[in-house]
């Protein structure tokens, strides 16, 4: 280290294992002086006391075979309550459609004929309740970034901030430039719209709609005092109508579809049935197929489903699960058989390269 002063450089010798640190500085005299600092301390010279433990053989094969012990009853559980859950997929978008139209099918579902449709399930085995009820759509991009910023949130939960459009086009005012539409973007504008009502030996299932969607979405990110305005007053309608004496807080299904999906196939809570259904009934459903998802080749999906203590179906985890705990239960007995096979004294000097003959 230098310190350079009058043109002249002193050279100060450098401390090993020290950590010094230099400065200068001019008195009122002109007079340049030089100060060094030596800091030393059993933390700056890393001499604390510090664990570092020696990878065996045998630590090597016991954490393995922890690891395969503790992961592989985790997998089996989690498989076994994943295969506890009924689930009930129904895809309707073509056969919902009269055979006759279906060399069109954007033409009819923007046409005006008539889009109730009548459709059959049957349960498999007992479903408890509550039994969820989802729609489900494949190839449509909520992720897509154009579309994830077209909305405002300030004018959902604020009735004040109703003309904060900036951020909406091109749904923000209708006609251009006058009124704007509370709720205003793309997503809100694309709300799903198809309708679902079931029964049951030609009994009605009450649906239940409430409570369908996060407790802190309705409590801090839709207002109370926010209603609807505007709102599919366009010349192209994109998806379903809202109540415009219920605020955006109460409107779930708004709600629902409003928190964006990260993938491009992904299901949205529609309702709960909230009571059993029996093994081998079947269940009529009459639904309204209004949503187009044949412009852009989407599938549509009716899912009921149950669920266990783990959630909804996932196979995934478990064979995630399953699959760490095997390969370390190989890797385990893979080096318990090397270690008995050949053993090897810890830290022989005779496997250094420079102790081996050539």
Known sequence: MSVRGSGVDEVVGCLPLKLVVGYRSVDSGGYLGSIMLVMDSRFTQQELPACKPILTPRWVISAFMLVSIVFIPIGLASLFASRDVVEIIDRYETDCIP????????????GPEDKTCNRTLRVPKRMKQPIYVYYQLDNFYQNHRRYVK???DKQLKDPKSENDVSACKPEDATPPGSNPIVPCGLIAWSMFNDTYSFSRNSEQLPLNKKGISWKSDRQHKFGKEVFPKNFQNGTLIGGAHLNSSIPLSEQEDLIVWMRTAALPTFRKLYGKIEVDL?????????????????????KKKLVLSTTSWLGGKNDF??????SVGGLCFVLAMAFTIIYLVKPRRLGDPSYLSWNRNP
């Open 317 to 322: 985890i478990g064979i995630a699960y399953l």
């Open 150 to 152: 077209s909305r405002s």
């Open 99 to 110: 055979q006759a139209l279906r060399n069109d099918k954007v033409k009819y579902i923007q």
């Open 278 to 298: 029996q093994a081998n009934e079947s269940i009529e459903v009459q639904l309204k197929n209004y949503y187009n998802t044949y412009s852009f080749n989407g």
